[in-house]
């Protein structure tokens, strides 16, 4: 009797794990779904989807890391009018990540997103100017954004306003 029950307890647990394993199937199969069904969204003029499939390649959440497919889509985003995007674009023509590094750029996408009222927008664009990076170094004009960062409830912002007070 005791075979049978060791038997019965061994089916059991292999066929718990074969359901775990379909279920992690079914829930991957699901996931690369969810994915087509937000590309396709994205490339109906979904600026914000855009924007958060960015991310996801950006950061290599739950699709494999591409700093271009991430560019890209944050293009989509920015020229949707969603102004993290263009944030988040200028930042990656900053530092030269999935495009060629063009400082010129980054002002130009920092400004955009500062004007759409996106805060880090301001404060990149302050850090632009304080900096000299992309155009002539001008610190009254980094503390005006840094201000303008500020306002919009950027902790990052207030900091940077509070040192060029000194």
Aim: charge should be positive.
């Amino acid at each position: 009797m005791k075979h049978v029950c060791d038997w019965m307890k061994l089916m059991r647990l292999c066929l718990a794990t074969l359901l775990l394993a379909l279920l992690g199937l079914i829930q991957s199969d699901v996931y690369a779904q969810t994915i087509q069904d937000l590309h396709k969204q994205c490339d109906r003029g979904n600026a914000s989807v855009c924007y958060n499939l960015g991310v996801m390649y950006d950061n290599g959440e739950g699709v494999r890391k591409d700093m271009v497919k991430a560019a890209e889509l944050y293009i989509k985003a920015c020229d949707g009018g969603y102004a993290p995007g263009c944030s988040n674009l200028g930042f990656m023509y900053s530092n030269g990540d999935g495009v060629r590094q063009d400082k010129f750029k980054a002002v130009e996408l920092y400004t955009k997103a500062c004007d759409g009222g996106f805060a880090w927008g301001c404060y990149n664009l302050g850090v632009s100017y304080e900096k000299g990076e992309g155009v002539r170094q001008n610190t009254s004009r980094a503390k005006e954004l840094y201000r303008k960062a500020c306002d919009l409830r950027f902790k990052e912002g207030c900091k940077a306003f509070a040192s060029l007070n000194r």
